[in-house]
């Protein structure tokens, strides 16, 4: 079966903090693609980023992270330097391209994370 | 009007009235999909249209309608609601549903009240 775990339920940091966000995901198909988004208190999900099963390099952009290792089946969001506007719900997901009509995203239960002054 | 839109943002009704909510992309894709998030639940894949044809239907009771007239536009058809059914409403699009990396964007969200 396939899921999305996101252990951590809420995180409260202080402004500059660096901050790690897990996820764990589980599948035995080997073409897959994993997602986080981003809901802040307006309700909007948005796109962060998308990574593919076959490219396991870290990702940078700006003062966000992503560590996938195939090894821990986990895809790990980093914030650098962390800022109040980053406060948000945090969500991982899953996707199956050839899983046919079960190509849906699978979602983690997210992270809410409290950057706080 | 950029992106994914919705409205209204905000909506209270009874068991007894009929709504809709409407979602507009202004994107040039081709799938649209209806999601419902509750407090401490996964989120909820309702309905998706690819290239206005009902791909997915999950479960969703019938009190819940959903209408593409075409890949621009999605409504969902509110009717004799339940208490529960209370929850933000999250419409999404994407390029193609069946594409390798097809990838969702979402709008802001109804936040639906039944009474």
Sequence with gaps: AQKVTQAQTEISVVEKEDVTLDCVYETRDTTYYLFWYKQPPSGELVFLIRRNSFDEQNEISGRYSWNFQKSTSSFNFTITASQVVDSAVYFCALRLPNAGNNRKLIWGLGTSLAVNP | ?115
């Design chain 2, 1 to 115: 009007e950029t992106g994914v839109t919705q409205t209204p943002r905000h909506l209270v009704m009874g068991m007894t009235n009929k709504k809709s909510l409407k979602c507009e992309q202004h994107l040039g894709h081709n799938a649209m999909y209806w999601y419902k998030q509750s407090a401490k639940k996964p989120l909820e894949l309702m309905f998706v249209y690819n290239f206005k044809e009902q791909t997915e239907n999950n479960s969703v009771p019938s009190r819940f309608s959903p209408e593409c007239p075409n890949s621009s536009h999605l409504f969902l058809h509110l009717h004799t609601l339940q208490p529960e059914d209370s929850a933000l409403y999250l419409c999404a699009s994407s390029q193609d549903e069946r594409g390798a990396t097809d990838t969702q964007y979402f709008g802001p969200g109804t936040r639906l009240t039944v009474l």
